[in-house]
């Protein structure tokens, strides 16, 4: 059944469009945990959400050569 007025309309387009950056921050970070296990890599990924300031970060690498980035970020973009 299709939405009747703007407002939900609306509604649905940003839910849409959270799913789709929700799937594509997924793939992202599927992409670089096998390009670190694949390439023998050490690989750090950090993604900020401008509109709300979550911050999500990947840390691939055995080293701890990218340990120190969380406390570091927290530290720039605390948690809302």
Same mark, same amino acid.
């Given at each position: 059944?299709?939405?009747?007025?703007?407002?939900?309309?609306?509604?649905?387009?940003? @839910? #849409?469009?959270?799913?789709? +950056?929700?799937?594509?921050? =997924?793939?992202?970070?599927?992409?670089?945990?096998?390009?670190?296990?694949?390439?023998?890599?050490?690989?750090?990924?950090?993604? @900020? #959400?401008?509109?709300?300031? +979550?911050?999500?970060?990947? =840390?691939?690498?055995?080293?701890?050569?990218?340990?120190?980035?969380?406390?570091?970020?927290?530290?720039?973009?605390?948690?809302?």
């Amino acid at each position: 059944m299709a939405p009747t007025n703007s407002s939900q309309r609306s509604s649905s387009k940003r @839910r #849409l469009m959270r799913q789709k +950056q929700c799937r594509r921050k =997924s793939n992202l970070m599927k992409k670089a945990c096998e390009y670190s296990r694949m390439c023998e890599a050490d690989v750090c990924l950090g993604i @900020r #959400l401008r509109e709300t300031g +979550q911050v999500f970060i990947l =840390s691939a690498d055995a080293s701890g050569f990218w340990g120190f980035l969380g406390s570091q970020l927290n530290s720039y973009y605390p948690a809302p």
